[in-house]
């Protein structure tokens, strides 16, 4: 069962939520301000039409930022690979009179929640150029990967055909390219719990011996007060038997 998550998060002026079908006018926006970012950095976001964008909307699968006025802001959406073995968050992309206030921080966060609450137990995975989306990916878990680690079915790679440089892609057979690949393994919050779990269980084994050790010491010395008393009665029946 898919968990439900708060339908947004409120900030000083602008909203982040799960995009609903009332959005859906606002896909030519978005994937206008996505051609015109591509443009500007070189590189490309993987090109979407709005067909697909309203698709997301509607399955629950993206997450939006509007500003008081209702207007986008800041987009992303979820994409599943291998049968949800792999998650990936796609398509960031923030209006640039709205950067630098933290935006693009909230919107992953929020895609981040999404992907964890209807997918707990998928690889959540990115490949991107931007330090600022590898620095936001950081602090959310993510770690630097090789591009063998990613998924392998070639729908997941052909996202990549309207960057300009998917040659440099292709050419090295998929192993390098100029973006760099990361990804957040669920295992590995398990194993930190269990690692935890594992150090408290010692420590309390530790406690519980010195504890032990402490008894033991006190019953030692109770028995050496006993047997001096004992030897003390002992010689002063003997001086008396004399007697």
Partial sequence: MKKILNPEVLTNNYTVQVATIEHLP???????????????RGTGIAKRSPEYLRAKMQEGKAIIALDDEGQFIGFCYVETWEHGKF????????KPEWRKYGIAKAVKMRAFEL????????KIIGITTSLAVMKINSELGYEPTTFSELPVNDAFWNGCKSCVNYDVLTR????????TGMIFDPEWEKNKVKREEEALKEKEEEHEKWNFLKDVRV????????????????VRKAKQAVA
Avoid at 115 to 122: V, W
Wanted: hydrophobic share 40%.
């Fill in 87 to 94: 998650v990936a968050n796609s398509g960031l992309i923030v």
């Fill in 115 to 122: 992907s964890r609450a209807n997918y707990p137990d998928a």
């Fill in 26 to 40: 606002l896909a030519e926006a978005i994937c206008f301000e996505m051609e015109e970012s591509a443009k500007a």
């Fill in 219 to 234: 019953l030692e010395r109770l028995k050496s007060i006993k047997e001096k008393m004992f030897l003390r009665m002992q």
């Fill in 172 to 179: 090295t057979e998929r192993k390098h390219c100029l973006c």
